[in-house]
């Protein structure tokens, strides 16, 4: 591979550490500081580190391989998720940014459970900790799997220096890099880093579909479309052979947001409430453009792919593949980039979450309820090294299928977390035992649906989405047990909003 990539790639692991040292000198002398950079993100940096840390490889790999195969009906997921995050923004921001200081100043989502509901707080704190700990621990390890495979399908000239096969290589480079600035810079790091991958991420799916489209081969959007028009007559349809639940299942992908922690964390640390509006609409703006070249790479890669004979073997590759192919090796390596940032972006959130738990949910709330402000610091960088080791190992083998527990994993925090936030947030009648029956029920629901292979094939006919009946199961029982136990006056009132 020439050395033009080596150099993209290259400054862009030094600004990755360079973000992490000036985050280390700026903002992690406390827990606080470490753990959600004191609640002072600017609205830019909130918005683009959520979108960010929300979208991954899938953005750049996923989606795309899902229109290159399948046409037009696959974007249906993008708009849920669209659509999920703008209602994320509205209802669940500002409400989270303000709740969580107004309790008791919760850092982690387990905690701010805990205080909102204190007659269930061990429970809710516990389970809700455990469930975060567990799933991000093969979230991050899909993540980095996703590092590993484009090592193996985009490196392999260059990585035969190494013992390790490439997709080992690649894990570990990618673990490597996310480790230091996440362990030394917390979650200034982590958020300031994944701002510059959001803007690498947006502007890479801006030049590649408009490179496909009137590059070299490419033959502009009426050649596109006639191409496409012989390799399926609906291949550009927005409904063909699309069901019911089908329809109803991309959708509802979108439901997932409420309860994503890595994502929800960064409302938290915004500066004010009153800077919410401003950061939803950097954010959604981000978004709209991201999705749509996303949906337009997969178009439009498949559109030249046969018009130029291209063999595509894994269509989740076709970023790789037109991106070697297309660019001069300078602009080769920062799409490169724009794909490791979309990883990294995701790995370091869900690494410091998770770590977040360990240090203030387990750490803090059973071994030293009064450990001092650096040595909570130093439990949270060494719960990032421990997490990520494991996540690791999960990865290590190149035929993991743990990149398919992805939708699992969405599915079970969205079931879990998002009525119970959503409620907690906006029912001032929710009790303390209906928050534990929701956790419990939406996790539970989303197990048993996959166990019995409900989501696959349902009575018959396609698959269900897990999340509908997760989220809709642990939504009732929240409302009804907290109907049932309102009387026993276990409930704390929301409060009204503050806007200063």
Same mark, same amino acid.
Not at 68 to 94: D, E, H, K, Q, R
Not at 346 to 359: G, K, N, P
């Given at each position: 591979m020439a050395i033009g990539v080596w150099i993209s790639l290259g400054l862009y692991f030094a600004l990755m550490l360079g973000i992490g040292f000036y985050a280390y000198r700026n903002s992690t002398s406390s827990s606080e500081e470490y753990i959600l950079g004191g609640r002072k993100l600017s609205p830019a940096v909130a918005a683009l580190s959520a979108g960010a840390s929300?979208?991954?490889? +899938?953005?750049?790999? #996923?989606l795309p391989g899902a229109l290159f195969v399948s046409g037009l009906v696959s974007a249906w997921i993008g708009i849920g998720l669209t659509? @999920?995050?703008?209602?994320? +923004?509205? &209802? &669940?921001?500002?409400r989270l940014r303000e709740q969580t200081e107004r309790y008791d100043n919760s850092l982690t989502i387990p905690h701010f459970? $805990?205080? /909102?509901?204190? *007659? /269930?707080?061990?429970?809710?704190r516990v389970i809700s900790a455990i469930i975060v700990v567990v799933f991000f621990s093969v979230y991050t390890a899909s993540g980095l799997v996703a590092g590993g495979k484009l090592a193996e399908s985009a490196f $392999? $000239?260059?990585l035969q220096f190494s013992a390790m *096969?490439? %997709?080992?290589?690649?894990? $570990?480079?990618?673990?490597? &890099?996310?480790? &230091?600035?996440?362990? =030394?810079? @917390?979650?200034l790091a982590v958020s300031l880093t994944d701002?510059?991958?959001?803007? =690498?991420?947006?502007?890479?799916?801006? =030049?590649?579909?408009?490179?496909?489209?009137?590059g070299s081969g490419g033959g502009g959007l009426s050649q596109a479309s006639q191409t496409l028009a012989t390799v399926d007559p609906n291949y550009l349809s927005w409904f063909s052979g699309l069901s019911v639940m089908g329809f109803l299942s991309a959708i509802a992908w979108g439901l997932g947001y409420f309860g994503q922690p890595h994502i929800i964390v960064r409302f938290m640390a915004i500066r004010s409430v009153r800077e919410v509006p401003r950061a939803r609409n950097i954010g959604m703006t981000w978004m709209v453009i991201s999705v749509i070249g996303s949906i337009s790479l997969g178009i439009f890669g498949r559109a %030249?792919?046969?018009?130029? #004979?291209?063999?595509?073997?894994?269509?989740?590759?076709?970023? =790789?593949?037109?991106?070697d192919l297309l660019f001069h090796p300078l602009v080769t390596g920062f799409l490169f980039a724009a794909l490791l940032a979309a990883v990294m972006s995701t790995i370091s959130s869900q690494l410091l979450v998770a770590s977040s738990s360990l240090t203030e949910d387990f750490y803090r709330l059973f071994?030293?309820?009064?450990?001092?402000?650096?040595?909570?610091?130093?439990? @949270?960088r060494i719960s990032v090294l421990l997490v990520g080791l494991v996540a690791a190992i999960i990865a290590w083998d190149p035929t993991s299928k743990v990149l398919g527990l992805v939708s699992h994993a969405w599915a079970g925090f969205g079931a879990a977390f998002g009525p119970l936030i959503v409620l907690a947030l906006t029912w001032r009648r929710m009790t303390g035992t209906g928050a534990v029956a929701g956790l419990v029920v939406g996790a539970l629901t989303v197990v048993v649906w996959i166990m019995l292979g409900w989501d696959a094939s349902f009575m018959g006919g396609p698959g269900v989405y897990e999340i509908i009946p997760g989220f809709a199961a642990a939504w009732i029982a929240i409302y009804l047990v907290s109907l049932a136990t309102e009387s026993q006056g276990e409930f704390r009132p929301v409060p009204a909003m503050k806007t200063e």
């Amino acid at each position: 591979m020439a050395i033009g990539v080596w150099i993209s790639l290259g400054l862009y692991f030094a600004l990755m550490l360079g973000i992490g040292f000036y985050a280390y000198r700026n903002s992690t002398s406390s827990s606080e500081e470490y753990i959600l950079g004191g609640r002072k993100l600017s609205p830019a940096v909130a918005a683009l580190s959520a979108g960010a840390s929300d979208m991954s490889g +899938w953005l750049l790999l #996923g989606l795309p391989g899902a229109l290159f195969v399948s046409g037009l009906v696959s974007a249906w997921i993008g708009i849920g998720l669209t659509l @999920g995050a703008l209602v994320n +923004w509205i &209802v &669940v921001a500002p409400r989270l940014r303000e709740q969580t200081e107004r309790y008791d100043n919760s850092l982690t989502i387990p905690h701010f459970l $805990s205080n /909102r509901f204190p *007659s /269930r707080a061990m429970a809710l704190r516990v389970i809700s900790a455990i469930i975060v700990v567990v799933f991000f621990s093969v979230y991050t390890a899909s993540g980095l799997v996703a590092g590993g495979k484009l090592a193996e399908s985009a490196f $392999s $000239s260059v990585l035969q220096f190494s013992a390790m *096969s490439d %997709y080992a290589v690649g894990v $570990s480079l990618t673990l490597g &890099v996310v480790l &230091v600035y996440t362990v =030394i810079g @917390g979650f200034l790091a982590v958020s300031l880093t994944d701002f510059c991958q959001g803007v =690498i991420m947006m502007l890479a799916l801006i =030049i590649m579909p408009v490179a496909v489209l009137f590059g070299s081969g490419g033959g502009g959007l009426s050649q596109a479309s006639q191409t496409l028009a012989t390799v399926d007559p609906n291949y550009l349809s927005w409904f063909s052979g699309l069901s019911v639940m089908g329809f109803l299942s991309a959708i509802a992908w979108g439901l997932g947001y409420f309860g994503q922690p890595h994502i929800i964390v960064r409302f938290m640390a915004i500066r004010s409430v009153r800077e919410v509006p401003r950061a939803r609409n950097i954010g959604m703006t981000w978004m709209v453009i991201s999705v749509i070249g996303s949906i337009s790479l997969g178009i439009f890669g498949r559109a %030249y792919a046969v018009r130029n #004979g291209l063999e595509i073997e894994d269509p989740e590759t076709i970023f =790789i593949v037109l991106a070697d192919l297309l660019f001069h090796p300078l602009v080769t390596g920062f799409l490169f980039a724009a794909l490791l940032a979309a990883v990294m972006s995701t790995i370091s959130s869900q690494l410091l979450v998770a770590s977040s738990s360990l240090t203030e949910d387990f750490y803090r709330l059973f071994l030293r309820k009064n450990a001092s402000e650096k040595e909570t610091v130093l439990i @949270g960088r060494i719960s990032v090294l421990l997490v990520g080791l494991v996540a690791a190992i999960i990865a290590w083998d190149p035929t993991s299928k743990v990149l398919g527990l992805v939708s699992h994993a969405w599915a079970g925090f969205g079931a879990a977390f998002g009525p119970l936030i959503v409620l907690a947030l906006t029912w001032r009648r929710m009790t303390g035992t209906g928050a534990v029956a929701g956790l419990v029920v939406g996790a539970l629901t989303v197990v048993v649906w996959i166990m019995l292979g409900w989501d696959a094939s349902f009575m018959g006919g396609p698959g269900v989405y897990e999340i509908i009946p997760g989220f809709a199961a642990a939504w009732i029982a929240i409302y009804l047990v907290s109907l049932a136990t309102e009387s026993q006056g276990e409930f704390r009132p929301v409060p009204a909003m503050k806007t200063e």
